[in-house]
């Protein structure tokens, strides 16, 4: 197969806005990756003592090279050793104290390119760089050759690999846990006995009254301990991709996105039992859906896509005119503003949050720029262009005051907002440690700890307090510190881990991927689980559960929960993250793009990029269940219903042919979007 061939991407027929990567993967460079520029450390300020910018190093500069220069010849080579140390290299340069070394010398001899050597003392070839060195090489080629000089102590290599990823277990995490800031540790393990910790144990230590911890501890520890299995409950089925899907703040609401522009709603009141609630359209959207946020009242639901219009639409299943409100973002009360349906659409968004009050949406946009939307006064309030690239994620930091906000760019930076100390236009602090772009940040909601997912496969945990400062920050350019890596198409190695040598952030957790898609991560609430863990989408089709010490506390599988859960159908298919290969394009894959906890219960719901190709979408419930492997109760557990939570008996055939015509193709069969006759009214 031709290099062309190999490297060719299946699009479809619009390319996905949702990369923001300016990148083009080509296979010929697999095994180039990353080039050998990257392992070198950036130039510090420690390089400048090697040069001397006064007037008489200059002089001296210049004087020496005329010196050589009437040596005469085509090129000159000079070869020469300075003073080294006899039996001590590996040493330590910060050593102290030690023995003085014996030093040898080698003569300096100069050939030049036409014959003959020629003696040039020590003076010249100093002055020559304007230095006193330890050691120095020259090598000056003709022909025509590229220059090449290096003099002082090279520079230091970043070294990367397997030996310099973040212990595991965290001591800060640890620490964390310890002092009761995310969840209870208990003050005693029977590790000697080696009983299975079952529900039911700590149910009756608990009753009994033989427990170790008073009361209200042993609850935490009880509730924080139900982690939800792989066994789905439900299944939910869509025709279209799933980008993210969150339950409301008191766990009586769920909706979900889908790339079809429509916005699901759900009674999740019983969490064990949702119904099907009703369902919002954005009817002039571009690729996809690309986020969405309640109002803390549950009244009202704002969701957007990569334009700069948001839709607000009402949650209310009973009102009989539903066409949701539009909110335009690029409106900021001047009189030169476009009209956006127009087909102008002035930005993208990809993120949008309300405020703890439900008057304002903060919204990041492609155009590395945040806005903030004041819903009474229906306009813009604030934009701040601060960053270099697109702004993935946004968020309030506080859910009781709408002043501080975060916000995650491409450029790999985390930008802390204050809106009352603004005068300047500039950010409070940054959090700098991810070497690529940022695919989302959470808040905790206390206005203190920040979580983030990056490109560079690594969740991060921040303290508001351990903030890089803005004059910090604009010391570094955090360019330097990324590979390009391009996470739609390539696969990241931990061989090519390299450490931020500015990392801030507390804790670093490992072990999801975060490929193709913007991958959501979050805190676990602190109802049903005592904020003790943080939670990340995958890439291999799984929910990671990590404790705040970064070790793993539980996975699950929604590949495997899912699998072949549908018929095959060629009409829903959608190649555009598929590389032709010798792999089957068409092979069941799921990727998990958001999940949420429910505040209440220890239930997880999973939106995903699932099926055949991935070409549709899903939404799996999971429940903890100690560790049973079937349902005694009905329905049991992997029932399949559609959109509707409507049990679709066509979802238990086998996987069709292609080209066999079935009564579930011929549903099925038509454009993804349609503005009417649609199963959802619309």
């Excluded at 000089?149 to 090279?154: L, M, W, Y």
């Excluded at 603004?422 to 940054?430: I, L, N, T, Y």
């Amino acid at each position: 197969m031709s290099s062309e061939e190999r490297s060719e991407i299946i699009r479809s027929e619009s390319p996905d806005p949702s990369s923001h990567a300016i990148n083009v993967y080509d296979t010929e460079m697999e095994g180039e990756w990353p080039c050998e520029d990257n392992d070198l450390e950036p130039t510090t300020d420690e390089d400048s003592e090697f040069f001397d910018p006064n007037e008489e190093a200059e002089e001296a500069f210049h004087g020496s090279l005329s010196e050589l220069a009437g040596l005469g010849g085509n090129g000159v080579e000079i070869e020469f050793s300075m003073d080294e140390p006899v039996g001590i290299h590996g040493q330590d340069e910060d050593d102290t104290e030690t023995e003085a070394p014996q030093r040898r010398t080698r003569p300096v001899a100069v050939t030049a390119g036409r014959g003959g050597a020629i003696q040039v003392s020590h003076a010249m070839i100093m002055r020559l760089f304007g230095r006193r060195g330890d050691s120095i090489g020259l090598q000056l080629l003709d022909g025509g050759d590229e220059e090449r000089v290096a003099h002082g102590s090279q520079r230091r290599r970043r070294t990367k690999g397997r030996a310099k990823l973040p212990p595991v277990p965290s001591e800060e995490g640890e620490r964390l846990m310890a002092d009761g800031t995310f969840g209870e540790t208990r003050s005693y393990e029977d590790k000697l006995g080696k009983r299975t910790d079952r529900l039911a144990r700590r149910l009756m230590y608990r009753e009994l009254g033989v427990s170790m911890e008073s009361p209200t501890r042993c609850n935490k520890l009880i509730s924080q301990g139900l982690i939800p299995s792989s066994n789905a409950d439900t299944i939910i089925h869509y025709d279209a991709r799933c980008y993210s899907g969150q339950f409301s703040d008191d766990g009586n609401f769920f909706f979900s996105c889908a790339q079809d522009f429509k916005v699901r709603m759900y009674d999740t009141s019983n969490p064990y039992n949702w119904k099907y609630y009703k369902t919002a359209l954005y009817p002039y959207g571009q690729w996809t859906i690309t986020d969405a946020s309640l109002t803390p009242d549950n009244k009202f639901l704002a969701y957007s896509s990569i334009r700069s219009i948001v839709c607000l639409a009402s949650t209310d299943p009973t009102l009989s005119d539903d066409s949701p409100l539009f909110m335009d973002f690029a409106d900021t009360g001047r009189q030169d503003r476009y009209n956006q349906f127009a087909g102008y659409s002035g930005f993208g968004i990809w993120s949008i949050r309300f405020s703890g009050d439900g008057r304002e949406v903060v919204a990041g946009t492609s155009e590395n720029s945040i806005y903030v939307y004041d819903i009474e006064a229906k306009k813009s309030v604030l934009r701040i262009a601060g960053h270099t690239d697109d702004v993935n994620a946004v968020c309030f930091g506080d859910n009781s005051s709408p002043h501080i906000l975060y916000s995650g760019s491409d450029d790999t930076l985390i930008k802390v907002w204050d809106r009352r100390s603004m005068g300047d236009s500039r950010e409070a602090g940054v959090f700098m440690g991810h070497t690529e772009g940022l695919t989302y940040v959470d808040s905790k909601g206390d206005g203190r700890y920040v979580l983030s997912n990056g490109k560079d496969q690594c969740m991060k945990l921040w303290d508001l307090r351990k903030m890089m400062s803005t004059d910090g920050a604009s010391k570094h350019d955090p360019s330097r510190y990324s590979t390009g890596f391009d996470y739609r198409f390539m696969s990241f190695s931990e061989a090519e881990y390299e450490p931020h040598p500015h990392d801030c952030s507390l804790v670093t957790f490992r072990g999801h991927r975060v490929l193709k898609t913007l991958i959501r991560c979050h805190f676990s609430p602190p109802g049903s689980t005592d904020s003790r863990y943080v939670y990340s989408g995958s890439d291999d089709g799984s929910v990671y559960v990590y404790n705040m010490d970064a070790t793993l506390a539980g996975k699950i599988n929604v590949n495997k929960a899912t699998y072949h859960s549908r018929p095959k159908d060629p009409d829903l298919y959608n190649r555009q993250y598929e590389m032709r290969s010798n792999r089957d394009p068409d092979a069941w894959k799921t990727c998990v793009r958001d999940a949420s906890w429910h505040p209440n219960a220890p239930v997880v719901a999973a939106t995903s990029w699932n099926g055949w190709g991935l070409s549709t979408g899903t939404c799996t419930t999971h429940s903890w269940n100690d560790g049973a492997e079937e349902d005694e109760g009905e329905p049991k557990m992997g029932l399949r219903v559609n959109q509707r939570l409507e049990e679709d008996k066509d979802l238990y055939d086998r996987p069709q042919q292609p080209g066999r015509i079935s009564q579930f193709r011929s549903r099925l069969r038509g454009q993804l979007v349609r503005a009417a006759d649609d199963d959802d009214g619309w």
